[in-house]
């Protein structure tokens, strides 16, 4: 009886414990990179003023957004405006997380130009002192490797253009300009894409912004990325994006758990010790999923270690 009870306590603790993480991982998201842009003000301007109210408005409009929204705060010459737009595939939750955490971030990063922009996993937040919407903004921008070493690199061949191409199409036709393909490349490993506009962009533009996002990619290693202002591409041989929202959830946990009849237990009140390990041992089971998928995505985090840095224009 107190082994079990001693157990209880043990898992209890993993799961509050396993919430805490949860609660670290969404509050801050992975950083990838960013940009300050000349000129600079000086310090308690008006510029400093509304870009400040640039950024808190950005944060709060994050909250019951559809993961994209616009600000612009005060007259010529100390007229800012400020845009975010998240990964479509998270929820609110997550983009409002990323949006706050930015905008404060920001500030840090570049605490006197007057332009910045700042890329996450999960969302990006973009200022400028002149209009940045409905536009294709392609300066500054980023590639980046993942660097992970491991035998054969992706070939860049017919069939992993062929997705990304795939998902530019369908970006660009839907109202969120975001989408992912997944496909086998020539060595039949699944390769895995995902493009996204900044939700303001037509649509002819979207697919001129992430025609150069593909073609810019950089290659010759697992992944990679590359982050326009207005648009960004990536491809990776591994699963990094929530599947459609609406569907089911990967089943992962579900294989784990013993195949013990779990129906939820609705209107049970009192519930046995036998019960209770049946409940339990599936929460243990996930608890120690949890926290091997926080590992595997640590692991999975670090490999971004290489950045390729280049500043280019394209369009007009
Ligand atoms: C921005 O300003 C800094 C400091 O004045 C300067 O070092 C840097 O080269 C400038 N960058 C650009 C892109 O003009
Ligand atoms: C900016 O304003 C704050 C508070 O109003 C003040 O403490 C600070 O010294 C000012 N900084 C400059 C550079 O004027
Ligand atoms: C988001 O908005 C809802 C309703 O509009 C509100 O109840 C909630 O407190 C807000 N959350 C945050 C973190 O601001
Ligand atoms: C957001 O951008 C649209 C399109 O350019 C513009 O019409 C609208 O005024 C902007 N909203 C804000 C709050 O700046
Ligand atoms: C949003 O997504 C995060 C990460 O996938 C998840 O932990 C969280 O429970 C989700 N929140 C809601 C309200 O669905
Ligand atoms: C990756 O490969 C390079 C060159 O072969 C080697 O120097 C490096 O230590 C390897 N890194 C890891 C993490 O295995
Ligand atoms: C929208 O989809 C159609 C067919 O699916 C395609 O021909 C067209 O090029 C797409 N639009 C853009 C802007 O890519
Ligand atoms: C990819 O390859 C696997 C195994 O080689 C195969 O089972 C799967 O059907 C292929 N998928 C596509 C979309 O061709
Ligand atoms: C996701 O949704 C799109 C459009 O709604 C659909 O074409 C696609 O098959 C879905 N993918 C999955 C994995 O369900």
Redesign the pocket.
């Known amino acids: 009886m107190s082994s079990v009870k001693f157990f209880m306590i043990f898992v209890f603790l993993l799961s509050l414990s396993s919430s805490l993480f949860t609660f670290t991982i969404e509050a801050r998201p992975t950083y990838l990179y960013h940009f300050c842009l000349n000129n600079t003000f000086t310090r308690n301007s008006t510029y400093q003023t509304n870009l400040n109210l640039v950024l808190s408005s950005l944060a709060s409009k994050a909250n019951g957004s559809d993961g994209f929204s616009n600000a612009t705060v005060g007259q010529d010459p100390n007229r800012v405006y400020g845009l975010f737009q998240c990964r479509s595939d998270l929820n609110t939750t997550t983009c409002q997380d990323c949006v706050v955490y930015a905008s404060t971030e920001v500030t840090q990063r570049c605490p006197t130009q007057k332009g910045n922009i700042i890329w996450y996993d999960q969302c990006l937040v973009h200022c400028s002192d002149s209009n940045i919407f409905s536009k294709i903004t392609s300066s500054p921008t980023i590639g980046m490797l993942n660097t992970e070493n491991a035998t054969e690199s992706v070939r860049f061949d017919e069939p992993v253009l062929g997705l990304l191409n795939e998902a ?2 369908l970006a ?2 839907n109202t969120k300009r975001f989408a992912t393909r997944q496909g086998n490349s020539t060595t039949s490993e699944t390769i895995y894409t995902l493009v996204q506009c900044t939700q303001d962009l037509s ?2 533009d ?2 001129q912004c992430l025609r150069e996002a593909i073609t810019n990619l950089p290659q010759g290693k697992v992944g990679g990325r590359r982050l326009y202002p207005s648009c960004y591409s990536r491809y990776e041989l591994y699963d990094f994006y929530t599947p459609n929202k609406t569907a089911s959830p990967p089943p992962a946990p579900i294989t784990l758990s013993p195949p013990s009849p779990v129906t939820r237990p609705t209107g049970k009140r009192r519930i046995s010790s036998s019960i209770v390990i049946a409940i339990v041992a599936p929460i243990t089971a996930s608890a120690v999923l949890f926290v091997a998928g926080y590992c595997w995505t640590r692991r999975a985090r670090k490999k971004y270690s290489s950045v390729l840095e280049e500043i280019g224009k394209f369009g007009n």
């Open positions: 530019r199409t660009a036709n649509s002819d979207c697919s």
